[in-house]
């Protein structure tokens, strides 16, 4: 392979695959896949809305 | 106001993420996007790719899951209750994903068929010959024969009976479940074939051709088209689908973020079908004397079911690599079929008040006996693939048009979905979706279904008769547009609600808290 399929291969993944954990991740981090929310010390969900 | 009902439900977010991502997932995944992306520039084409995914498919999930979820129906019942009139447009999506449903469950009985014949390569020394003659007894010229394969009814038995038990097992049971268990099976799957494909010879040939960018492409307006074509097709939008599986979420769900993973997760997904196909075809390059570009049938059931038996013959160990592949479209093609299946089952359920098996078994015998007589017959290629062009390329984009259209031009609906996409999700939606939804989006669409009618009409397809065309492929959306008309003017035994009674603010949080996981 040429170092620009590699490169753009390496694009590919990093972007689409990191797009993909990014989202998984503020799809935990809502709340939306089960379990709590994150909360402040009072108890409010912080983060970034309570679903 | 009438007061919203409740619904079938999703047993939490994570099946209806599934279940989205499942019906994504589909055959044009593996077949369609690694030739499209080879054939418009490369890696290059991820640029228009990504931006087509983010200022299209993207906003238009969003929509889709805006609209089931608050207007809580299927297609016709949604846009029924959005506007005076807009029961029509709800069964003209319902139509077209009839016309789908018909076609798809054909292929699915050949992918079904190819995953055994892998065993014993059944296809011989020519894999072209094989498909079209033996297997599917192909005509010579397009036309309308009666004559209907014999063996393609067993296989097309079992696919339907599926289709069928699922239906009647309900959205939890049925839908989630088959989800659950199919679509983790697909990725593992498909993620063995992958890594078994880079360790073929010449596999390195096959990925620097899909990747090496040809950024002269970028000045190309045809391979912006063909980005925006790709997601559009893929993500399973605009009819239907995603309006009637987000509106089995419970009021408290979050929208947005799902629809972010269940987008990305399809993408995702194309780039791994990228790399094992084009790592594939590399070996077949090389195993023959010949470079990438000089290959044909890259794209298509051409490529299923000609050039990967083709390189499964050429292979050590091919037959278990047959079973992956075919088996992974069997997969892939069966958890869109029954996303598609849905549409139009909750729509009869509705209309008719009719019980879900009931409804499932309508459908499914009137479908599987359209498939038998058009797409099981010495003539069913030609008629496929004359009525899924003409069915994706104008009804589908068509369908998009009005939806996004009506719902922002003449409703000026976007700022209620826009705030209620936010009250239930993480991930906020701004001006900017609006912008996209009713200028954007409308705009490449119009450009697309202008391009490809103009050509159609011009040019017409693959060499077939003028009147075959007409009557197969401008007579099919003329079909769904009939058909809109017909199940709108019919009456239904529910009473006839609509956008001047029912609320969608009248299903309040508390009337499902105690099912909020």
């Known amino acids: ?51 | 106001m009438a007061k919203a009902t409740k619904r079938e439900n999703w047993s939490g977010q994570t099946g209806f993420l599934l279940a989205a991502i499942g019906s994504a997932v589909g055959l044009g995944n593996i077949w369609r996007f690694p030739g499209v992306a080879y054939e418009n520039g490369g890696g290059a084409f991820l640029i228009p790719y990504l931006v087509a995914l983010l200022t299209a498919g993207i906003p238009i999930l969003f929509l889709d899951y805006a609209l089931g979820h608050r207007y809580q129906g299927s297609a016709p019942t949604v846009f029924r209750r959005l506007f005076r009139g807009g029961e029509s447009l709800g069964w003209f999506q319902v139509a077209i994903s009839f016309v789908i449903m018909c076609y798809y469950g054909v292929i699915l009985a050949w992918a079904a068929s190819f995953t055994y014949f892998s065993i014993n390569e059944a296809w011989g020394e020519d894999p072209t010959a094989f498909f079209t003659g033996t297997y599917l007894e192909l005509a010579e010229q397009p036309g309308l024969s009666l004559d209907v394969v014999g063996h393609l009814l067993l296989p097309l038995l079992v696919v339907w009976l599926a289709v069928l038990f699922v239906m009647v097992l309900g959205v939890q049971n049925g839908l989630e479940k088959a989800n659950v268990i199919f679509l983790p099976l697909l990725v593992i799957l498909f993620a063995i074939l992958v890594v078994r494909a880079l360790f073929l010879d010449g596999a390195m040939e096959g990925l620097n051709a899909l990747f090496t960018p040809d950024f002269s492409q970028l000045t190309n307006t045809d391979v912006w088209l063909a980005a925006y074509s790709q997601i559009f097709f893929s993500l399973s939008i605009a009819f239907g689908i995603m309006i009637t599986y987000s509106s089995y979420l419970r009021r408290r769900s979050d929208l947005t973020t799902t629809g972010l993973v269940a987008g990305f997760a399809n993408s995702s997904f194309e780039i791994l079908a990228g790399i094992g196909v084009f790592a594939t075809l590399g070996f077949m390059a090389t195993a023959s004397g010949v470079g990438v570009q000089d290959l044909e049938g890259i794209t298509g059931p051409i490529l299923s079911f000609v050039t990967f038996p083709q390189i499964i013959s050429m292979m050590p160990g091919g037959p278990i690599f047959g079973v992956l592949f075919f088996g992974s479209l069997v997969l892939a093609g069966f958890t869109s079929m029954i996303s598609i299946a849905q549409v139009v089952v909750a729509a009869l359920q509705e209309k008719f008040e009719l019980a879900r098996a009931a409804a499932a078994a309508l459908v499914v015998g009137v479908c599987g006996t359209i498939s038998i007589l058009l797409f099981a017959t010495t003539t069913g290629l030609y008629t496929l693939d004359t009525v899924d062009k003409y069915i994706n390329e104008i009804g589908i984009i068509t369908s998009a048009i009005v939806m996004t259209l009506v719902v922002s031009w003449r409703l000026r609906k976007l700022p209620e979905l826009q705030a209620h996409l936010n009250r239930v999700s993480a991930f906020q939606v701004g001006a900017w979706w609006r912008v996209l939804l009713s200028v954007v989006v409308p705009v490449m669409l119009l450009v697309m279904v202008g391009t490809t009618g103009l050509s159609l009409i011009t040019d017409g397809y693959e060499g077939y008769p003028t009147w075959y065309l007409n009557l197969m492929g401008w007579g099919v959306v003329g079909f769904a547009i009939v058909f809109a008309i017909v199940f709108t003017l019919i009456p239904g035994r529910r009473g006839r609600e609509d956008h001047t009674t029912f609320d969608p603010e009248s299903l309040r949080d508390e009337d499902d808290l105690e099912e909020v996981r």
């Open chain 1, 1 to 51: 392979m040429t170092g620009t399929a590699i490169a753009f291969l390496l694009l590919a993944i990093i972007v689409v695959w990191g797009g993909l954990g990014l989202a998984v991740f503020y799809y935990r981090r809502s709340g939306a896949s089960g379990g709590e929310p994150v909360r402040d010390r009072e108890g409010h969900v912080s983060f970034p809305h309570d679903t």
